[in-house]
């Protein structure tokens, strides 16, 4: 196998998912040309140390950065001769390790807000609004900050747009929702206001009528994984390791993607508009989701190799 015609066609099916791959490019293309001069056939891992070994002393992040890059190339190759031995994940240190997302199962999401409403209070605020909260995130990939920053203003019952007024960086972005959420939103706040005596000030309260804080959601929500087995119960109310909320949004954005390969829609079109709905600042940040994925990986891979020979015919 020609690593340097391999490298050709792996870079183009990327590139047709989008990718911005002119670091990946210079990387792999200075990795091929060592595996050809020391007549390497294959790639593995002590091929990958040795020349890591060879190049100018770098910081652990760009290491792991290489590593990145060169495990992606072997696994693609692997995919065609299983002779190629991807190297390990974590073979060199990185203290950037982003933490691979938890995707929630739709039965997980339901026992999840199922769970929350039934969260014990005088009021039963505590219930009515974390099952809610719990419930919008999954629905609509907001971030934790976001939906906590809601005010009762920012949901327009006319159009059915609510509007993310507090996003990251300070942008503001404005959601059209499902008839159903909004009802849901709707019911919510008539709830809230009853139970409250009075319109709130904020979307999202707690027991007492204030601004729900995250503290307050994050603790909930690890309760309520200890009550339905996603997390192992502890003592003294810790909230123990498992699922996290923010995982409800890195499951909305992951499912939307595979129901784009699974309806044949050209993710490189869709993308921009979950980039601009998840109010990610670049569309790297989105992109992340593929490679994090293994299903969803697997997806896009089988759908650029299809494309790819489509268009050599």
């Not at 199922?114 to 009021?123: D, F, G, N, R, V």
């Not at 009515?128 to 203003?153: H, K, N, W």
Request: with cysteine.
């Amino acid at each position: 196998m020609n690593l340097a015609l391999q490298l050709d066609h792996y870079l183009g099916v990327r590139r047709s998912l989008g990718y911005d791959l002119q670091t990946s490019e210079r990387v792999l293309r200075r990795f091929v040309r060592f595996a050809d001069s020391e007549g390497a056939g294959r790639i593995d891992t002590v091929l990958f140390l040795r020349w890591d070994a060879s190049l100018p002393a770098a910081g652990t992040a760009t290491r792991a950065a290489r590593l990145t890059m060169v495990r992606l190339f072997a696994q693609w190759l692997s995919s065609i001769d299983p002779v190629h031995e991807p190297p390990p994940r974590g073979l060199l240190p990185d203290r950037s390790h982003r933490t691979r997302p938890y995707i929630y199962s739709e039965a997980e999401i339901a026992a999840i807000i199922a769970a929350a409403a039934e969260l014990p209070s005088i009021y039963g605020m505590r219930g009515l609004t974390c099952s809610t909260f719990f419930g919008l995130i999954a629905v609509t990939g907001l971030r934790i900050s976001e939906a906590l920053a809601l005010d009762p203003e920012d949901l327009d019952l006319p159009t059915g747009v609510l509007r993310v007024r507090r996003g990251k960086l300070g942008k503001e972005r404005l959601l059209p929702l499902h008839p159903s959420v909004m009802a849901q939103l709707i019911r919510y706040a008539a709830e809230r206001d009853r139970l409250l005596g009075g319109k709130a000030d904020a979307y999202f309260v707690n027991c007492d009528g204030r601004r729900a804080t995250e503290w307050w959601a994050r603790y909930n929500f690890a309760h309520v994984c200890q009550r339905i087995g996603l997390r192992n119960p502890q003592p003294y109310n810790r909230h123990g390791r498992g699922p996290r909320i923010h995982d409800l949004r890195h499951t909305f954005a992951v499912r939307t993607m595979i129901n784009w390969y699974r309806q044949g829609l050209d993710p490189a079109r869709e993308m921009i508009r979950l980039t601009t709905w998840l109010g990610h600042a670049q569309p790297e940040n989105t992109y992340w989701y593929i490679e994090a994925v293994p299903e969803l990986l697997a997806l896009a891979m089988a759908r650029a190799s299809h494309d790819a020979v489509e268009a050599g015919r």
